[in-house]
T-cell receptor
Framework: SAVISQKPSRDICQRGTSLTIQCQVDSQVTMMFWYRQQPGQSLTLIATANQGSEATYESGFVIDKFPISRPNLTFSTLTVSNMSPEDSSIYLC???????????FGPGTRLLVL | AQKITQTQPGMFVQEKEAVTLDCTYDTSDPSYGLFWYKQPSSGEMIFLIYQGSYDQQNATEGRYSLNFQKARKSANLVISASQLGDSAMYFCAMREHNAGKSTFGDGTTLTVKP
């Protein structure tokens, strides 16, 4: 299984500012995913980030609001831009080595926007 | 399109007893995987068990087993000998081989009573 770390683990931010979340994996993985989990709800996929190509965003999520970088096979960042209180959530990084493999999650970043 | 249904928002079980968490799915892809994750109050997503659509036997991992009924499109999680530490949110997820991304159910909150 992959070991995944995320930074920061939690943050409190002011509305209108931006926060960049980092995701580091201890092995090379093909697919990385970014999820949002609002309080008391299930996981919602924001985008899929594959190295060497533009991230693929799900319906309702746009690159201007959630820009993603994937510079190599072990690292990715998600930026939450121009934040509002509605962005308060847990943001989870997830990785998968191959289509038939298990998907593993990082510890999450708890974001509170005031 | 993928769809996962967890019909039990909350479940209670007495310590040391077994409990079944329900999950049904819908897909037209003959090749898919089913997963269960545990999310304690700390927020991390912990992988529990995996079942492939072509697997002949039900998956087991320690106290966790997956009751896979392909014709009924159900993939229920059975936890034997419940422990207080099992209290958490449990998510069922499915990934179609062709889709490359997972779909999560709404989750079931399990509370283990002493």
């Amino acid at each position: 299984s992959a070991v995944i770390s995320q930074k920061p683990s939690r943050d409190i931010c002011q509305r209108g500012t931006s926060l960049t979340i980092q995701c580091q994996v201890d092995s090379q993985v093909t697919m990385m995913f970014w999820y949002r989990q609002q309080p008391g709800q299930s996981l919602t996929l924001i985008a899929t980030a594959n190295q060497g190509s533009e991230a693929t965003y799900e319906s309702g999520f746009v690159i201007d609001k959630f820009p993603i970088s994937r510079p190599n096979l072990t690292f990715s960042t998600l930026t939450v831009s121009n934040m509002s209180p509605e962005d308060s959530s847990i943001y989870l990084c997830s990785v998968q080595g191959a289509p038939e493999e298990t998907q593993y999650f990082g510890p999450g970043t708890r974001l509170l926007v005031l | 399109a993928q769809k996962i249904t967890q019909t039990q928002p909350g479940m209670f079980v007495q310590e040391k007893e077994a409990v079944t968490l329900d999950c049904t799915y819908d897909t037209s892809d003959p090749s898919y995987g089913l997963f269960w994750y545990k999310q304690p109050s700390s927020g991390e997503m912990i992988f529990l068990i995996y079942q492939g659509s072509y697997d002949q036997q039900n998956a087991t991992e320690g106290r966790y087993s997956l009751n896979f009924q392909k014709a009924r499109k159900s993939a229920n999680l059975v936890i034997s000998a419940s422990q207080l530490g099992d209290s958490a949110m449990y998510f069922c997820a499915m990934r179609e081989h062709n889709a490359g991304k997972s779909t999560f159910g709404d989750g079931t909150t399990l509370t283990v009573k002493p």
